[in-house]
């Protein structure tokens, strides 16, 4: 009588070890991130470094530049005081341009200074912008074979769970709907058990309560869809101790 639920418990309960594998690989997937995260935290943090000190050359080069063309209009400016001071007619007006020129003479070497000053601090920067660069570049080389491996070791994660999802489905797609639709709903609930084997001595394989003794009969000989009325799960008849190996398990799937 068992032969007619045990192919169902045994397709149900190797649904369940197909799910939780493929939950697991998934686990396994996710688990990479920080691993990756971690090795390439130096090589992340010194690029964090270059992006300040490149910010800072940048910043420094257009107050140079910004200088550098004050500069310019002073010196024309200069020049044109340098030519009115030959047309100049009297002594006080004399006296006044060159007070100008005087003024705009001074600002003009006070801006060449600072721009003399500018072009230091940015070779200075650049001298340290290139000490980071290679800085970076010796660690992103140093974690590159590490991180090539686990890259690997996931993408390796990720077809597995393609090929244990193709499986899983081919495997599905045999066993009667309705034992499905009810097994696909528990389990996308978010429940790690969506079925089990009653024990036996007729209790729920997950919970262990007792099922009433009518109910543990129909588990045993008939195969209907039978839930745990404590926790809910799909009781199957009891597996045989044989029929637990996977091995055995296979043979039961095999159709008759
Ligand atoms: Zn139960």
Sequence with gaps: MT???GPISSRLLELQTMDKRIRETRDRIESYDPLLEEVEAPAVRLAEDVGVTEKRVRDLRLEERRLRLAAEEKQARVHRLEDRLNLVRTVREEAAVQAELGLVRRALDQEEQEVVNLL????????????QQSEMEEARSAVGPRRDELLAERELARAEVNSLKARREEFAAAIDPRYLRAYDHLAQGGRRVAVTAMTEDGACG???????????NEVRTRAPLIRCEACGVIVTSPVAPAESESPSLRRADAPA
Excluded at 120 to 131: A, G, T, V, Y
Excluded at 206 to 216: D, E, G, N, R, T
């Design 3 to 5: 032969l007619d639920n």
């Design 206 to 216: 997950a919970c262990f309560s007792v099922i009433p003794l009518q109910l543990q």
């Design 120 to 131: 230091d601090q940015i070779s200075r920067f650049e001298e340290r912008l290139e000490d």
